[in-house]
């Protein structure tokens, strides 16, 4: 039987709509986002770090070596049941979280906020 690797980030085990925040401890840095599925997203996430690859440009800066990535955590900040929110509402609750955490002088980007992008219909409701 093939052992299992060993992760240094545990993600929550959360398979619900919501908001996400990847937390650097050391630099005091956040990333906030948001999916359909936030434990999915979060593993994508994970691996990126775990292979100090980053999941953007700004967390791969602070991606030198394999101690750097015991720096990172993953945080839930919300979720929502299914068909309780929109993507349009989903990315306002996004844009929310960033301004909180000031995640745009961590590893959010500026010139790149939470944008509606048409896929879904204004009145369809979100499921995991």
């Given at each position: 039987?093939?052992?299992?690797?060993?992760?240094?980030i545990i993600v929550p085990?959360?398979?619900?709509?919501?908001?996400?925040?990847?937390?650097?401890?050391?630099?005091?840095k956040y990333y906030v986002g948001s999916s359909v599925n936030i434990k999915r997203r979060m593993k994508e996430h994970r691996k990126k770090i775990e292979s100090l690859d980053g999941s953007?440009?700004?967390?791969?800066?602070?991606?030198?070596t394999s101690?750097?990535?015991?720096?990172?955590?993953?945080?839930?900040?919300?979720?929502?049941e299914d068909y309780t929110i929109t993507e349009k509402e989903l990315r306002a609750k996004e844009a929310f979280y960033i301004k909180k955490y000031n995640a745009c002088n961590g590893y959010n980007d500026i010139t790149r906020q939470p944008n509606y992008s048409g896929y879904f219909g204004r009145n369809e409701y979100l499921r995991c």
């Open positions: 039987m093939a052992k299992s690797k060993e992760h240094y085990d959360v398979e619900k709509i919501g908001v996400y925040a990847i937390f650097n401890s050391e630099m005091n953007n440009i700004k967390i791969g800066e602070d991606l030198k101690e750097d990535i015991k720096n990172f955590s993953f945080i839930v900040l919300e979720t929502f």
